[in-house]
């Protein structure tokens, strides 16, 4: 059975930085992406990987966030530095056999991390 575990939220400062942890089991996929939802907000998308291990951001965070990827352990990583207030939200990792932007281009979903950032 497929399935994506996300780790690594918490609540932390402004100024901090974070590493958010997916770990897929079940199977090997090809692209992955991590969104992110505040509340009483759509989920919006913030960094992708593909197999090639090429990367992409949203503009509003290509300068804080790094999304890798460790084949060997099945895992894939968004570093978050300089951590903002309006970075608060649930973090979700999702997989699929395609790269993008939308949720909908993806087929498997972690259950959410949460990262709170105070001022």
């Known amino acids: 059975q497929e399935q994506l575990v996300e780790s690594g939220g918490g609540l932390v400062q402004a100024g901090d930085s974070l590493r958010l942890s997916c770990a897929a089991s079940g199977r090997t996929f090809n692209n992955y992406g991590w969104f992110r939802q505040a509340p009483g907000k759509e989920r919006e998308f913030a960094a992708g990987?593909?197999?090639?291990?090429?990367?992409y951001y949203a503009d509003s965070v290509k300068d804080r966030f790094t999304i890798s990827r460790d084949s060997a352990k099945n895992t894939v990583y968004l570093q978050i530095n300089s951590l903002k207030p309006e970075d608060t939200a649930v973090y979700y990792c999702?997989?699929?056999?395609?790269?993008?932007?939308?949720?909908?281009?993806?087929?498997?979903w972690g259950q959410g991390t949460q990262v709170t950032v105070s001022s």
């Open positions: 990987i593909t197999w090639t291990h090429s990367t």
């Open positions: 999702a997989a699929g056999r395609f790269p993008g932007r939308t949720p909908s281009g993806y087929d498997y």
